[in-house]
């Protein structure tokens, strides 16, 4: 307690000490008295000689070194060479001694207590600190990128992290103490704490010698830092000691860094920031958000470019510190900062990005095809959707239905210009293959096994590939895929198109093993066994519905999705006679059109829905009756009539509401309106079912509706916490796209379960995206021009299982892209901006950039503590008064 006491007076961080408090419960698993006795021999970030040391506390030199020792392999006790004799010091609290103790992770793991500590601390002693200190005097400061500053003339050595590294004659890498106490707490957020945190000089050489870190050179510093850069990760110093003397580079997530934590939940960012603000050019910006997604203080937002007939509503004045008695206010402060990340603006933005359900960055690539930069284009399509070349082909095409060009002409051909960007994947020397990219630069040996190869599945498979792991895909077809292969006709989607992009994860690393199903050949606890930490189950709805009317087993009367995969799977399928298919969605154009191709004398299609409401989409009943299939809507199966065991014909009954009052699916229907209709083969597509084997067996997995798996809707993990779930085993039948934004999602979640003390949920982004709204939208301003439209190649349609679709010409792209109106634009809240420059490494239209608008250096802890903080408290208290006692003059 005497120690602990000495510490935090010298500190000038003192406010009496309990035995509850941070400060002595870190110490108390750790120092011994006979450690505490001889640490009260030094003091306070200033130097001292064993024998000073001996001389203060009265004890020998020998016995005084062994208690050093031991103090400083407790991280509290830092060593110094520099006058040739060797000295000893402990710094303050923070930073200083608690990340040292951290930095000890045997000690940590030992007494996880010591990560509590350190998460109370930064927590409870900042909150008097947050909005007391000037720019450029916090104990941590944001260091901007240096290739966001490198021309700006008036950047100073202070505002370079090469200035720090070129200088430095010793440099050591460790662990980050905040995400270490963030796992130890079981609040990580899956940016992991190895190889985070570089120290500088004697901190280097006391950390490196105790074994905490290693030692590297100034190239593996770079390296370190660009691989942060990359992973979105910004730049702090320990600012404690005068400019150009830091001794330590941080790479801090917002998520989990507790300086960070500053700007984020006191909501004062004066205290960390740099002399540097990111600035908008709203004309180059396309609101691709790259750059809002990488922001790790929330500061930047998608918001809309497109003016407005009438003016927005003003958004309402913030409180800030410098205009607010903020001092131990809760009420000012985002408590729920880490689960309620907002990246969307009040105004919304482009309609398209908001509609996706993956969330493409279509006015991004847009833009670079139009500039002729497909490769570009690609890769930034390929970071939200993998497959752009099978969703060119498939998608239902939601961010057209959105498009705001359709509020003056037709909408932009979105997916024909993603698809025109999707035909290099298709290309072995053009193909896109994206870089491992995490934090460590190596790969993680942590097993993953995801069941099923349909969108799910592949698109997880792709990004735990690309994060650095390799997974294995377990699929009981012979043939990679799911229903991208099998179930999705040639003629809507050639499996050459599908395979070259499959080829892209073998060549990540990703690992097939087709032909076993899960819970026949080999079961989940059978692979917990064998070393897999987490499963991923994707399987899709294998099986097709039944009516429920009278005959609907009889002979002919058959799966419409299994003559799909059996003509997909090379089967010679001959149909003879009359063909009924019964089934509104798009999956049953998809069988109509498949059992004319087949030779069927005609195709009759049955559904509920009135045309106008058929889930069909207009261009797949256009070129089903192109085809000359006939569409009935409106009409339900009543019964199914049979001569000798075999169906012979189908008699529907008028269906007038498919949904209820409630708004749920429950089809009415006038049982004396009739109608027959003569079958020699009935094809079902009223809806998928879930086949599930024994796959759960011996699993804690639930089922619910329509027998699908229960999982969490954001996380996806089932109740079974090792096994995540997605597509539609888990949501009932949708979209390919709606498949991939889900596997895209369980990835994050995956990547977080098998690392210890991650947790699933904090600093990932609240899924609430919302369109601006086109009826206040001026468009008086665009010229009309019209949609251009693919070319079909020659031939008889119903004759061929090829695509006969072609993609747009180079001109027709060209021509296509300029129709775009540039809905959207990223906003920048510039009081939450810290300046560190990661928006500037993302973007790639040039369209953010740093200006320099403080000029500030530290000036070193002992002018900070407690001069710099009473005069500003003093200087804010003034301010604040003056205004709140002129503001009725004013008024008057």
Not at 396 to 406: H, V, Y
Not at 523 to 547: C, D, H, M, N, V
Not at 554 to 580: C, I, P, Q, T
Not at 866 to 891: E, S
Request: aromatic letters at 6%; charged letters at 25%; glycine letters at 8%.
């Amino acid at each position: 307690m005497r120690l602990v006491t000495k510490i935090s007076m010298e500190s000038g961080t003192y406010l009496g000490i309990k035995p509850t408090d941070p400060e002595y419960m870190i110490f108390d698993p750790v120092v011994t008295d006979e450690m505490a006795e001889v640490c009260m021999g030094l003091k306070l970030r200033t130097l001292r000689s064993i024998d000073e040391i001996a001389e203060k506390v009265k004890k020998s030199k020998e016995y005084c070194l062994e208690q050093v020792t031991k103090l400083m392999n407790a991280g509290i006790v830092r060593a110094d060479d520099s006058t040739g004799v060797r000295k000893y010091f402990y710094p303050i609290w923070v930073p200083g001694i608690m990340e040292g103790m951290l930095a000890n992770r045997e000690q940590c793991e030992k007494y996880p207590i010591i990560g509590e500590c350190f998460e109370r601390y930064t927590r409870e002693r900042t909150a008097a600190l947050a909005p007391n200190l000037p720019v450029g005097q916090g104990l941590m400061r944001v260091m901007p990128v240096m290739s966001a500053i490198e021309n700006n003339s008036r950047t100073a050595s202070y505002d370079e992290v090469r200035d720090l590294i070129e200088r430095a004659e010793a440099i050591s890498v460790g662990a980050c103490s905040c995400r270490r106490s963030r796992r130890l707490i079981g609040e990580g957020c899956g940016h992991l704490e190895e190889d985070m945190c570089i120290y500088l000089n004697r901190s280097a050489i006391s950390m490196s010698e105790m074994g905490f870190h290693r030692r590297i050179t100034k190239e593996e510093a770079y390296e370190i830092l660009k691989r942060a850069e990359d992973n979105g990760l910004v730049h702090e110093i320990n600012n404690v000691e005068k400019a150009g003397d830091a001794e330590a580079i941080c790479n801090c997530c917002g998520c989990s860094c507790y300086s960070l934590r500053i700007a984020e939940y006191f909501r004062c960012p004066d205290l960390i920031r740099s002399n540097y603000q990111a600035q908008i050019d709203p004309e180059k910006c396309v609101a691709c958000g790259q750059c809002v997604e990488n922001c790790q203080v929330n500061a930047l937002k998608l918001g809309r470019k497109l003016c407005t007939s009438t003016p927005l509503p003003e958004p309402a004045k913030e409180d800030l510190p410098k205009n607010t008695p903020w001092m131990f206010s809760k009420k000012h402060w985002a408590l729920d900062y880490r689960t309620d990340r907002h990246e969307v603006a009040d105004s919304g933005s482009a309609p398209c990005k908001m509609e996706c359900p993956a969330h493409l960055p279509v006015q991004g690539y847009i833009k670079l095809a139009a500039q002729g930069n497909y490769g570009e284009a690609l890769e930034l399509i390929k970071k939200y959707n993998p497959f752009p070349a099978i969703c060119g082909r498939v998608c239902n095409r939601r961010c057209e239905d959105a498009c705001s060009r359709g509020c003056v002409d037709e909408p932009i051909a979105i997916d024909e210009v993603k698809k025109f960007i999707a035909e290099q994947d298709l290309k072995a020397e053009h193909r896109y293959v994206p870089p491992m990219i995490n934090q460590t630069g190596k790969p993680y040996p942590e097993k993953i096994a995801i069941i099923g190869s349909g969108p799910a599945g592949l698109t997880c498979a792709y990004y735990l590939a690309a994060k650095g792991y390799t997974p294995t895909v377990f699929e009981k077809e012979k043939i990679v895929g799911g229903m991208m292969t099998l179930g999705i006709p040639s003629f809507r989607l050639e499996k050459d198109v599908v395979n070259s992009e499959i080829d892209v994860l073998r060549e990540m690393g990703v690992e097939f093993r087709t032909g076993i199903e899960v819970g026949k050949d080999i079961t989940i606890a059978q692979l917990r066994e064998q070393g897999y930490k987490a499963f991923y189950i994707a399987i899709g709805l294998q099986g097709t519905r039944k009516p429920g009317v009278p005959g609907e087993d009889a002979e002919g009367v058959m799966s419409g999705l299994e003559l799909v995969k059996r003509v997909n799977a090379g089967e010679d399928v001959k149909l003879n006679g009359k063909v009924v298919v019964i089934g509104g969605g798009n999956v049953a154009a998809d069988i109509a059109r498949t059992a004319i191709r087949c030779g069927a004398d005609s195709v009759d299609l049955y559904c509920l829905e009135k045309e106008e409401a058929m889930p069909m989409s207009a261009e797949d009943r256009e070129e089903c009756r192109a085809e000359g299939i006939t569409l009935h809507p409106g009409w339900g199966p009543k019964e199914f009539a049979a001569e000798n065991g075999k169906v012979k014909s189908v008699t529907f009954k008028e269906c007038y509401a498919t949904i209820n009052a409630q708004g749920r699916f429950d089809p009415a229907y006038k049982e004396d309106i009739t109608t027959e209709a003569e079958a020699d083969i009935v094809l079902l597509c009223i809806g998928q079912s879930a086949e599930w084997g024994s796959l759960l067996e011996g699993t804690a997995c639930k089922t619910g509706r329509g027998n699908c798996v229960v999982a969490d809707g954001f996380t996806w993990q089932t109740d079974d916490k090792d096994i995540f779930a997605g597509g539609d085993i888990v949501t009932g039948a949708k979209f390919c796209i709606d498949a991939i934004a889900e596997g895209k999602q369980a990835a994050i979640s995956l990547h977080r379960y098998v690392h210890e003390g991650q947790n699933l949920l904090f600093g990932r982004p609240v899924q609430e995206y919302k369109s601006l709204d086109k009826e206040n939208a001026d468009f008086s301003s665009f010229d009309r021009a019209p949609r251009q439209k693919p070319a079909v190649a020659e031939g008889d349609a119903v004759k061929t299982l090829h695509d006969l679709r072609k993609t747009f010409t180079e001109e027709q792209l060209k021509k296509e892209t300029e129709r775009c109106l540039g809905c959207g634009s990223t906003q920048v809240d510039t009081n939450m901006c810290v300046g560190c420059g990661i928006c500037t490494t993302k973007c790639k239209f040039g369209a953010i950039s740093l200006i320099k608008v403080h000029d500030e250096a530290s000036l070193g802890y002992e002018k900070i503590i407690p001069g710099i903080m009473a005069g500003t408290l003093m200087k804010r208290a003034g301010g604040i008064a003056v205004k709140t006692v002129t503001k009725p003059f004013r008024k008057n």
